[in-house]
């Protein structure tokens, strides 16, 4: 495992570690493995909590969904449940600034 996701694995004994992950990376941990594949290794092995909207999991449903991917029903189901059931789920408040789609790569709900 690569020193980095080591580390988080070494600090979450200590610290609870939280992080939002882009839908991209988690489209491409499952499908192609690379270092996405080990971000949701480490999130598996509890190195830390996803933390997901339902816009996130929105968007991750619709991307599993694409005829691209080859999936059925079931299975955009089943992958969609293990990403619900390990995930904190994030309700932003009805205040939480909304930005525009060229800017969603560095959004940050407080």
Do not use: C, W
Not at 28 to 48: C, D, H, Y
Not at 67 to 91: C, H, N, R
């Amino acid at each position: 495992m690569d020193a980095e996701i080591e580390s988080v694995r070494e600090t979450s004994t200590t610290h609870i570690v939280i992080a939002t992950v882009d839908t991209n990376v988690l489209v491409s941990g499952v499908f192609f493995g690379g270092l996405p594949g080990k971000i949701l290794t480490a999130a598996r092995e509890g190195a830390f909590t996803f933390a997901m909207t339902p816009l996130l999991l929105n968007e991750l449903r619709e991307v599993f969904a694409r005829k691209m991917f080859g999936l059925t029903p079931d299975m955009v189901q089943l992958l969609m449940e293990g990403f619900e059931d390990s995930a904190m789920i994030v309700y932003p408040d009805d205040d939480a600034v909304v930005t525009p789609r060229q800017f969603l790569d560095h959004l940050k709900i407080e």
